[in-house]
T-cell receptor, first 120, second 112 residues
Framework: GAVVSQHPSWVICKSGTSVKIECRSLDFQATTMFWYRQFPKQSLMLMATSNEGSKATYEQGVEKDKFLINHASLTLSTLTVTSAHPEDSSFYIC????????????????FGPGTRLTVL | GENVEQHPSTLSVQEGDSAVIKCTYSDSASNYFPWYKQELGKRPQLIIDIRSNVGEKKDQRIAVTLNKTAKHFSLHITETQPEDSAVYFCAASYPNDYKLSFGAGTTVTVRA
């Protein structure tokens, strides 16, 4: 149980285009999803927290108009990188939490496999 | 916000020896401390976690200790094997917003 998928696993796009990444919890309801960015040989940096049915909460320094997050259902959150530039090239990882659900380990996050974005 | 520091950044051990990674956190309100193992290009995998009401937890060759007073926690891997080679991250989480703050990571290399 507690499987999280991401699609696509990798994407190459031209500068100026937009890219959408999907994060799905396959066998549980995710009240909260998190989006991270990880540059080579660095740690995971939290970009935003996404709660189903409400606006995402962005971390300081993350442009909400550039990184659009939608959490339309308890099993799907999407991250859209708008007008992508080479400096947006990174490994984007989502995680899902069952926080708020009865009986759940509220702190544990289940990670997706990540999406490698390369902007030319 | 929470600030997690992790040391060392790299660690090379002989197969069969022990490896210890240490982390400190800044906010005494943090109450959940997971450790993740990440192989190149893969997702972080939870290997062990500990809550603030427990001082130590062990799972086979892996153990974690927590000192709430000093605000530090450590990962201990005994009898290391080549497949333990990876990047290890510690993290800390608040009780209310469930966000994880990650340490910078430790690259562990187990020499055969």
């Amino acid at each position: 149980g507690a499987v999280v998928s991401q699609h696509p696993s990798w994407v190459i796009c031209k500068s100026g285009t937009s890219v959408k990444i999907e994060c799905r919890s396959l066998d549980f309801q995710a009240t909260t999803m998190f989006w991270y960015r990880q540059f080579p040989k660095q740690s995971l940096m939290l970009m935003a927290t996404s709660n189903e049915g409400s606006k995402a909460t962005y971390e300081q320094g993350v442009e909400k108009d550039k990184f659009l997050i939608n959490h339309a259902s308890l099993t799907l959150s999407t991250l859209t990188v708008t007008s992508a530039h080479p400096e947006d090239s990174s490994f984007y990882i989502c995680s899902a939490s069952r926080a708020g659900l009865a009986g759940a380990n509220h702190n544990e996050q289940f990670f997706g496999p990540g999406t490698r974005l390369t902007v030319l | 916000g929470e600030n997690v520091e992790q040391h060392p950044s790299t660690l090379s051990v002989q197969e069969g020896d022990s490896a210890v990674i240490k982390c400190t956190y800044s906010d005494s309100a943090s109450n959940y401390f997971p450790w993740y193992k990440q192989e190149l290009g893969k997702r972080p995998q939870l290997i062990i976690d500990i809550r603030s009401n427990v001082g130590e937890k062990k799972d086979q060759r892996i153990a974690v200790t927590l000192n709430k007073t000093a605000k530090h926690f450590s990962l201990h891997i005994t009898e290391t094997q080549p497949e333990d080679s990876a990047v290890y991250f510690c993290a800390a989480s608040y009780p209310n917003d469930y966000k994880l703050s990650f340490g910078a990571g430790t690259t562990v290399t187990v020499r055969a």
